[in-house]
């Protein structure tokens, strides 16, 4: 009867342990979140796991909250840091106008205020773009770039014409509703986001080949980006891999996250083969 007993009890703390974790408010965790001042404005971030120092930073619409299959894999061996871009989530916007090169700044300073040796940057989609910034200014700390579905341009040279088309739509359509002072959502921070879209980011082939670290550049051949822009940024790189997901969306982090945390683990844990290794 008392092994009976034990055993119930032990089941019970297993079922609430897999509850706890299931339901862990990533994004809103008063155990792992802080807010620092970085050039001017409060950034939220949070902390999970301990080791070798991963900084995530999420893409467009979606704060820190969307990396949780991430966080939950890497957490496990990493030192896991996700923060929350400006004006999303939980940090401030500040006065100007968002830009992917500030965003950069905020992410170096956040390295900084850590006192971190270095870091891994892994991004997508916007975080992508600036964790290349990244590679390119505030190289000092960054030891490896993960950018997924990142786009060196605003255009139809990078984006198939439907992306840009509906970003073009979506910001008028925040512009129209700040005129009608409408508060179904913040369409300020809206049009924000979808100016930074539109017109922005603006990287060359030069830009690309002044980054020392080695970059995985990632993306799927049914993503958002075009597959031709993709290699671009890869052959741009001295020190890049590439992957390219078959059949997989942008949202494949979400969607199929073993696949995705796999392919960046094993770049994180293997060292770089160099242009030589082809004929080895």
């Known amino acids: 009867m008392k092994s009976l007993k034990l055993i119930s009890f032990l089941l019970l703390l297993l079922i609430a342990g897999v509850a706890t974790a299931q339901t862990v408010p990533y994004g809103d965790n008063v155990a792992a979140g802080k807010f620092v001042t970085l050039n001017g404005v409060s950034v939220y971030f949070e902390i999970y796991g301990s080791g070798v120092p991963l900084l995530f930073i999420h893409g467009n619409s979606t704060p820190l909250r969307g990396w949780k299959p991430q966080i939950e894999h890497f957490s496990k061996k990493y030192k896991v840091i996700a923060m929350d871009c400006r004006g999303r989530g939980k940090s401030e916007l500040g006065q100007d106008s968002v830009t992917y090169f500030q965003m950069a700044s905020d992410a170096a300073a956040l390295i900084k205020h850590l006192a971190l040796d270095s870091v891994t940057v892994i991004g997508k989609s916007d975080g992508g773009i600036v964790g290349i910034l990244m590679g390119i200014y505030f190289p000092e700390k960054i ?14 040279n990078c984006l198939y014409p439907e992306t840009v088309n509906g970003i073009h739509k979506d910001r008028l359509m925040a512009e129209e509703m700040l005129g009608k002072k409408d508060t179904i959502k913040d369409w300020f921070m809206e049009r924000q986001k979808q100016r930074l879209m539109e017109f922005q980011p603006h990287i060359t082939a030069a830009d690309l080949g002044k980054i020392k670290v080695p970059v995985l550049v990632m993306s799927c051949d049914r993503d958002v980006i075009k597959e031709e822009h993709t290699l671009f940024i890869y052959r741009s790189i001295p020190k890049a891999n590439l992957s390219i997901f078959p059949g997989e969306l ?22 770089f083969k160099t242009n030589a290794s082809r004929f080895e």
């Open 143 to 156: 030891n490896k770039i993960v950018a997924f579905g990142a786009n060196m341009s605003p255009d139809t």
């Open 250 to 271: 942008h949202r494949v982090a979400t969607l199929n996250p073993d696949l995705f945390n796999a392919t960046v683990e094993r770049f994180l844990e293997q060292p």
